[in-house]
């Protein structure tokens, strides 16, 4: 957990199962006995491969899927209880910004109703100070009220779609943004702008789930690194040591398969990796044991 940081999410044991087959009549285990936590101010990155549960996280996390074990709580307070007794506290609170900004827009109304529709939990809110509200949002995302308020969707960039639901986030004032694969749409260009953004976010206390399937973005962000394989964490820690010293082999290879921006491409070096098949990083289940205060590996404690 970050120093000075209070939790604020926590889950403890959390497992999700999907019925699958056509009569649903097979179980996967998206999500497999998962810990962590996320502090006030703090980035935790999540890590992993397509297919690996990071999204069921991120859902369960914003109370849309419940878990099938195991506890979420918010501020000690279980999630999918909150979400359903009480969501517009809980939606004040924690907000989701999810891969595709198109996806969270209707085409046929403006993009700018994303904002009004949080006005409600602005009850009484003048005209003019609600417009100022909007106005100072907009101008934290480094958004041009004039080049997006009343646009239709299409008339705007993914940059700014994404933009414009950070705004809203901020717009609440929320406590806890999970941000799944936000960047992975955006040009080159945008995705600084957007993970400073975030840095932005941090600054004023605000606790980030960051979800990605690219490392380096982790890196640059995050105070925390959970990786996530076959729906299990097999190392979590403060991102530096994870980084720095990976403990474990499928972190290993995930890091040698990461492109250094400064090298060039060598077949002899860089072979391609099929991530995540076979290979040594079986060691996937076994349970994680502590190698400092703040680095935890699935490893075998023996080897
Ligand atoms: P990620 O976000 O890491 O790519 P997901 O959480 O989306 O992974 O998916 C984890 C696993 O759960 C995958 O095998 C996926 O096919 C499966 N899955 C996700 N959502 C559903 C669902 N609604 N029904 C059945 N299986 C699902
Ligand atoms: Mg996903």
Redesign the pocket.
């Known amino acids: 957990m970050l120093e000075g940081g209070r939790l604020m999410l926590a889950l403890e044991g959390v497992s999700k199962d ?3 087959g056509t009569f649903g009549g097979k179980r ?1 285990r ?2 497999n006995e998962v810990s962590f936590g996320v502090a006030t101010g703090e980035v935790v990155s999540l890590i ?12 369960m996390v914003l109370g849309l899927s419940r878990a099938t074990a195991g506890t979420i709580s918010f501020d000690g307070r279980d999630v999918a209880q909150l979400a359903k007794t009480g969501p517009r506290t809980y939606y004040a609170d924690v907000q989701g910004v999810f891969q595709d900004p198109f996806s969270s827009y209707n085409p046929i109304f403006k993009a700018d109703r994303v904002l009004t529709l949080v006005k409600g939990f602005f009850p009484g809110i003048g005209r003019s100070d609600w417009d100022e509200k909007v106005e100072a949002a907009l101008q934290a995302v480094r958004l041009e009220p004039g080049a997006c308020l009343g646009k239709y969707p299409h008339q705007l960039s993914g940059g700014q779609l994404q933009r414009m639901l950070i705004a809203r986030a901020l717009l609440l004032d929320i406590k806890l943004l999970v941000a ?2 936000i960047i992975s749409m955006l040009d080159a260009s945008t995705r600084i702008d957007v993970l400073n953004l975030l840095g932005d976010l941090k600054e004023r206390g605000v606790g980030i789930l960051f ?1 990605t ?1 690219d490392l380096s973005l982790g890196n640059y962000i995050s105070d925390t690194t959970l990786i ?1 394989r076959r ?1 299990r964490i097999v190392e979590m820690g403060a991102t530096e040591e994870v980084y720095g010293k990976p403990a474990h082999p499928y972190t290993q290879m995930l890091l040698t398969s990461v492109p250094h921006l400064t090298e060039r491409w060598d077949p002899g070096t860089h072979a391609p990796v099929m991530a995540g098949e076979g290979t040594e990083a079986e060691d996937g289940d076994a349970p994680l044991i502590r190698l400092t205060d703040d680095h935890f590996a699935a490893i075998r404690g023996d080897t």
């Open positions: 999907y019925k699958v996967l998206a999500v992993g491969e397509s297919g690996s549960g990071k999204s069921t996280i991120g859902r799944d694969e979800i399937h996530l729906g």
